[in-house]
């Protein structure tokens, strides 16, 4: 009895540790050149803007995943948009074609921004950048608000 059991155990284990679970990543992230963006000419302090990047995906194995939005200092924002490359494809063709995405762009601050969007590499492998600046209209309703209060507290006095 001891005998089959130890020859069940091992022949159990033995074809446990045979199996071939194909865990492997067939995939890999990348980032995918902005053509062109549309923007709007100033900001609304407070509001949330739509922002429209029209992108290049270079084949049909390449699948838009997102925007890495980086934040580099208190108003600039470094934007690239990213695909996801599947490997284990064989017919990966095409020419290419310009696609569109979108994201939501809250307004947290009054000063102008500035975005640098990914547009690819130069000759000496340098990262290249779309560089739009957008400024930040005053709230005008706030300022209305003060000036309101402050005639209403003179005429008081």
Known sequence: M??????????????????????????????LQVKSVEMPEAFDYGEIYNIKVTYF???????????DVVKEDLTTRK?????????DEDDCSGTGEDLVATFNFEVLYDEPYIFRY??????NGEPTY??????????????????SKLGTT???N
């Open 2 to 31: 001891k005998r089959v059991f130890f020859l069940l155990l091992v022949a159990s284990f033995t074809l446990f540790t045979s199996c071939d679970i194909d865990d492997d990543v067939n995939y890999h992230f990348e980032a």
């Open 57 to 67: 995906r270079p084949n049909n194995c390449t699948f838009f995943e997102g925007f």
């Open 79 to 87: 934007v690239v948009t990213i695909g996801t490359v599947i490997d």
């Open 118 to 123: 990914w547009t690819g590499e130069d000759a």
């Open 130 to 147: 779309l560089e739009i600046t957008v400024p930040v209209n005053e709230d005008t309703s706030a300022i209305m608000a003060s000036e």
């Open 154 to 156: 003179h005429l008081k």
